[in-house]
């Protein structure tokens, strides 16, 4: 039987951006290989979460083993195609090549990665054998990097895996909140299809795990526990904070992750009257859309309570919106949205001291679109339905750092939901540890 392709509809927004790293030929691949050191205590593979051996996989795109690259990258990281693509690699591997500690031009790695990956997948996608059935059943709650990376790494081990996942589209923000830039939602669904023909995955779509199940589209998490040797919860994050000032309500004001879900997968998305958005916020979700705005057509504010130093964003993230258009307007915070006939014209904006609003200093910006990207709640509700399963004071499932158990003994969890909203290396980082512990559990290995 044909695996099932997961596709998204066309005429989706996202489909008009440019890579702004694009896939290398097999000269430049090559030539950029043979400028690695491979040095012997290499730093970059430190830098990874995941550890790939990256000298390794580069010297074997510099002798044109693609296939053999794609397998050392692939071992340690089963996401290794998303990666290559969505992965900050100018604070990870490539900020730790030995190039930048002189001054000089970092070995480009994620190109490098994406080169071996993309490649071999289309090419010759057959490169792991799982081993034969356990029998054994695990449920992955969620469907982002985190479970899609540990129900690969189970499904080689001979388990079978069973994803719910409450969207209809699967893939988390792998396939539905990277900047299209970077990776664009087909791609990630393409790599989330290969990671399924590895073994016995399934994938339950349109099925949200909840504490007690009042119908169809629903499964209680004492059901899961039930019916599964163990569960793994990739639960993600919830839905984008509000900030809590007149106007904000209604039409015009957007929260970050949902307008940048609707420029990757809606159909025939357009931003009707809008020149100018004001988006709220310092730190990466911020910037890549304010990114993604100004790649549309639209002026962009992106807007700061403290000042540029204090930014949580990368910097690197920064430059490159600036170069492309976005305005960074520090120390200031907006204590209205201003409304005619009910359509957002303005944002009041008010001057800060230590992140606060000063009384009296505000001024008012035109804009017809405010985007609040100030951070996401937790979508961690479900994890206290799983008996022993503890939350932190921040809302995130606590773990024992070294196997990501939680308090449950058959269930485990990593990605956002335990470390707060990190990046996808960590999700599968965290998928890793879990799984060996998960391992040890099921076949005492
Ligand atoms: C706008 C944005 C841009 C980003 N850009 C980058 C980037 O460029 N590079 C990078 O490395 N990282 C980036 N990240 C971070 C990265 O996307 C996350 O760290 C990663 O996706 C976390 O994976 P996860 O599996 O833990 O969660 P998620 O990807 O959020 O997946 C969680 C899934 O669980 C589902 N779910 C939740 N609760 C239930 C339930 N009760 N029942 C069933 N299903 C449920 C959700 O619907 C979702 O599909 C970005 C994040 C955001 C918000
Ligand atoms: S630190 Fe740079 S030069 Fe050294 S092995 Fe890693 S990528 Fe190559």
């Not at 349109?206 to 998490?221: I, T």
Request: with cysteine; aromatic share 4%.
């Amino acid at each position: 039987m044909e695996p099932k392709r997961f596709e998204l509809p066309s005429g989706r927004a996202e489909e008009g951006f440019k890579d702004k790293k694009p896939l290398y030929t097999q000269a430049e691949a090559v030539a950029e290989a043979n400028r690695c050191l491979y040095c012997s205590d290499a730093p970059c593979i430190k830098a990874c979460p995941t550890a790939i051996n990256i000298p390794e996989f580069i010297r074997k795109i510099g002798t044109s083993n693609i296939r053999g690259a794609a397998r050392t990258i692939l071992t340690a990281n089963i996401l290794g195609q998303s990666c290559a693509q969505a992965c900050p690699v100018e604070v990870l591997c490539a900020g730790s090549c030995v190039y930048t500690g002189w001054g000089r031009e970092a070995i480009n790695i994620g190109r490098l990665q994406r080169f071996a990956v993309e490649n071999t997948l289309k090419k010759t996608p057959e490169l792991f054998q799982a081993k034969p059935a356990t029998g054994k059943k695990i449920a992955l709650v969620g469907s982002g990097p985190a479970s899609i990376a540990a129900a690969g790494m189970l499904a080689l081990e001979g388990h079978t895996c069973i994803i719910y996942e409450r969207k209809a589209i699967p893939g988390g923000l792998n396939s539905l909140g990277i900047a299209p830039y970077k990776l664009k939602g087909p791609e990630a669904l393409r790599e989330m299809e290969w990671v399924f023909s590895l073994g016995r995955i399934e994938l339950r779509t349109g099925v949200e795990v909840v504490e007690q199940a009042k119908g169809p589209g629903q499964v209680s998490a004492s059901e899961l526990i039930a019916s599964h040797d163990a569960v793994f919860l990739g639960l993600g994050l919830g839905a984008d904070s509000r900030l809590g000032v007149p106007g904000e309500d209604g039409e015009g004001v957007e929260g970050a992750t949902l307008l940048i879900e609707r420029i990757k997968a809606e159909p025939g998305f357009k931003l009707q009257g809008v020149k100018r958005a004001m988006i709220v916020g310092g730190g990466n979700t911020a910037l890549d859309i304010a990114h993604e705005l100004v790649l549309l057509g639209v002026e962009v504010d992106m807007v700061y309570r403290r000042s540029e130093k204090e930014m949580g964003g990368y910097a690197h993230e920064l430059d490159s919106a600036r170069v492309d258009g976005v305005r960074l307007v520090e120390n200031r915070q907006p204590v209205e949205v201003v409304r005619e006939g009910g359509k957002v014209v303005a944002v009041k904006l008010a001057t800060t001291r230590d992140g606060k609003p000063v009384p009296g200093t505000e001024e008012v910006v035109p804009a017809e679109l405010v985007v609040m990207a100030i951070g996401q709640e937790r979508a961690t509700g479900v994890a206290k339905a799983f008996p022993g399963v503890e939350l932190d004071a921040r809302g995130r499932v606590k773990v024992d750092a070294a196997t990501h158990r939680t308090g449950h003994a058959k269930v485990w969890s990593g990605g956002d939901c335990v470390n707060g909203g990190k990046e996808v290396v960590n999700a599968v980082a965290e998928a890793k540890i879990a799984v060996r512990d998960i391992q040890r559990h099921l076949v005492g290995e």
